[in-house]
């Protein structure tokens, strides 16, 4: 069955860096793109950052964009998040996801789809 | 950027049907996709491309688009299905992924 199993959170201050993994197993890894979201404390969803199947194509929201790097190792069927600059609204439980498909359109452009399977999160604290 | 507007709350009796919609600009002509989140849990999809289930998922659960609207209708609610429930699509043009604000479900 799909595991997908994140691992790096903690507290840092602000200012300072961290690395999450998520190590996926139960699928083809290198098959798929691969999202990471993230949820605030008594927040809702936020979609922080999707990478393709391969790692050519690469999104981020604006809130993230510059600042924290999505990228994946299909070796080690690991996906990692690099953040750095953190803030304090950066606060929050991150989770790995699964994109249900590998879709390209008829000109090229990855196009990313539903989360089909979602790891249990690392909550990451910013705070001095 | 895309906006996906979800109703706060949502409430049920037992037994009964719940429709939880989702409302964004002409978004009958995107793929909306649903999920459940229960408390300390991670999400779940319920729905996705509009309409369709996951293995697992109860056909209590469907789903429709069209218009400026997507809804999500849990027929014969249960207690067990309370929770937060949430819509998403991708928005091509500015290649984000984009979540509605959440509704939660409460089971009367």
């Known amino acids: 069955q799909v595991q997908l199993v994140e691992s790096g959170g903690g507290v840092v201050q602000p200012g300072r860096s961290l690395r999450l993994s998520c190590a996926a197993s139960g699928f083809t890894f290198s098959s798929y793109g691969m999202h990471w979201v993230r949820q605030a404390p008594g927040k809702g969803l936020e979609w922080v950052a999707v990478?393709?199947?391969?790692?050519?194509?690469?999104y981020y929201a604006d809130s993230v964009k510059g600042r924290f790097t999505i990228s994946r190792d299909n070796s080690k069927n690991t996906l990692y998040l690099q953040m750095n600059s953190l803030r304090a609204e950066d606060t929050a439980v991150y989770y790995c996801?699964?994109?249900?498909?590998?879709?390209?359109?008829?000109?090229?452009?990855?196009?990313?789809?539903?989360?089909?399977?979602w790891g249990q999160g690392t909550l990451v604290t910013v705070s001095s | 950027s895309y906006v996906l507007t979800q109703p706060p709350s949502v409430s049920v009796a037992p037994g009964q049907t719940a429709r939880i919609t989702c409302g964004g600009n002409n978004i009958g002509s995107k793929s909306v996709h649903w999920y459940q989140q229960k408390p300390g849990q991670a999400p779940v999809l319920v729905v996705y491309?509009?309409?369709d289930r996951p293995s697992g998922i109860p056909e209590r659960f469907s789903g429709s688009n069209s218009g400026n609207t997507a809804t999500l209708t849990i027929s014969r609610v249960e207690a067990g299905d309370e929770a937060d429930y949430y819509c998403q699509v991708w928005d091509s043009s500015s290649d984000h992924q984009v979540f509605g604000g959440g509704t939660k479900l409460t089971v009367l």
């Open positions: 996801a699964k994109d249900g498909l590998n879709y390209y359109d008829s000109s090229g452009y990855y196009y990313p789809n539903y989360f089909d399977y």
């Open positions: 491309d509009d309409s």
């Open positions: 990478i393709s199947y391969d790692g050519s194509n690469k």
